[in-house]
């Protein structure tokens, strides 16, 4: 009984997200970190290693932010698209969209600001050359640690709507820091790593916990010649 309502709660979750646009608008709207609900919409195991699940509290506060009733999570709504077509709905804009280049210490907070971020004038806006959802940014890699695969220079475009998975390269923010850093993440029996590709960098592989905020996956890289 128990695994039907998680289902139903994840299709219900799919829905929502077509609604607010995005994954990102809907975390804020709910005021819920917006990649703990990605690892929550893409079962990401926990640390006893079961799949996440939408629990009571979320799927609360995802109905009080959407103005749905109480109990709609659990309700099985048919009038509405396929998970599977909302979900490609969210891929974003088409590929003459442009992206911001934004700092590091805004990338660390994108989560809060990306929604009222409003570029300087005279900012760099860059196209992405692949899909990618229209809060995605753009940033500018700074120092060795992901050598030979990413240079001091290169640009990453980056989408805080795409699953963080095992093995992608991760713009994430530490909770002692406020800027975020990017490296490989590593997912191995419920627990999260960052994997820096340097092999020559001091502390290549750390264990992060729930506290650090997955900012975004890397989709494209440019490199600067």
Known sequence: MMRKVNQIRLHNLEILIAEAGSAAKLARAANTNSSYLSQVRNQLPTKKGTPRAIGDDLAEKLERATKKP?????????????????????????????????????????????????????????????????????????????????????????????????????????????????????????????KALNPDWPNRIIEVNEKATICGVIVFKGEVV
């Open 70 to 194: 109480q109990g709609w999570m659990d309700m099985q709504h048919t009038d509405r698209a396929s998970p599977d077509d909302e979900y490609n709905a969210h891929d974003g804009p088409d590929l003459h969209s442009l992206l911001p280049l934004i700092s590091w210490v805004q990338a660390g907070n994108w989560y809060e600001i990306s929604e009222s971020f409003a570029p300087a004038y005279g900012a760099e806006l860059l196209p992405c050359p692949v899909k990618c959802s229209q809060d995605s940014f753009v940033l500018r890699v700074r120092g060795s640690s992901m050598e030979p695969k990413f240079h001091e220079g290169d640009l990453i475009f980056v989408d805080p709507d795409i699953s963080p998975d095992h093995g992608k390269y991760v713009v994430v923010r530490l909770d002692e820091s406020n800027e975020a850093t990017f490296k490989q993440l590593i997912i191995e029996e419920g627990k999260q790593y960052l």
